[in-house]
């Protein structure tokens, strides 16, 4: 009998479960201290592996970190998009509570961008996407004819209300707790909108 493809099977799922292991390891780690003051052989004792194991999967630092932040991106999108266009408000308490969830991480990933190969092009893919989902969620509730200047300005501020430093400052640097971040991140978005 037989047994070589169930063991390469096998081999492939520890191999992913050792690989997110470490990734969960980089996130914890990311998310309580800055970038540079982050050792591999401290992500490697998280995940239970060796430093070897890490580079050997990552190529160091850089690409483990890089590798997080594309996991993680990938779950914000996940986790963002259902908004459902022509429900303002909704939209609204669901990004205030996807915020609550990712925003810190968003923050720090833009934040520390600079300091590894590959994070701007990340960060920047993450800005993009912000303003195509402010687009998508909003476009049947702007006010103003499409296409028009008007209607342009409209979906600027609207961007601007729903960006994770506007969360950041309402609840960090303003001491908002999270409804009151939501009714005011709605104030901000509705004058944007056509009425009734």
Not at 62 to 77: F, I
Not at 120 to 148: I, K, N, T
Not at 174 to 180: A, F, K, N
Request: hydrophobic share 40%.
């Amino acid at each position: 009998m037989n047994t070589r493809p169930y063991s390469m099977e096998g081999r492939a799922a520890s191999a992913e479960r050792t690989r997110e292991r470490v990734i969960d390891a980089m996130l914890g780690r990311f998310a309580a201290q800055p970038y540079d003051r982050i050792r591999l052989e401290d992500v490697a004792g998280d995940a239970g592996v060796t430093v070897q194991t890490v580079i050997r999967r990552f190529g160091g630092k850089p690409g483990l970190l890089t590798a997080t932040v594309e996991r993680e991106q990938a779950r914000v999108v996940a986790a963002r998009e259902p908004a459902t266009p022509g429900r303002p408000a909704g939209t609204i308490a669901d990004l205030v509570a996807h915020y609550e969830r990712y925003g810190a991480l968003i923050l720090k990933v833009y934040a520390e961008a600079d300091r590894v190969e590959g994070l701007p092009e990340l960060a920047a893919a993450g800005r993009r996407y912000h303003l195509d989902w402010c687009r998508r969620a909003f476009e049947d509730d702007l006010a103003g004819p499409p296409g028009s200047p008007d209607r342009a300005r409209r979906l600027a501020q609207v961007t601007v209300a729903c960006d994770a430093t506007t969360w950041r400052i309402l609840r960090q640097d303003l001491g908002l707790d999270p409804e009151q971040t939501r009714l005011t991140i709605a104030a901000l978005v509705e004058p944007a909108l056509r009425r009734g």
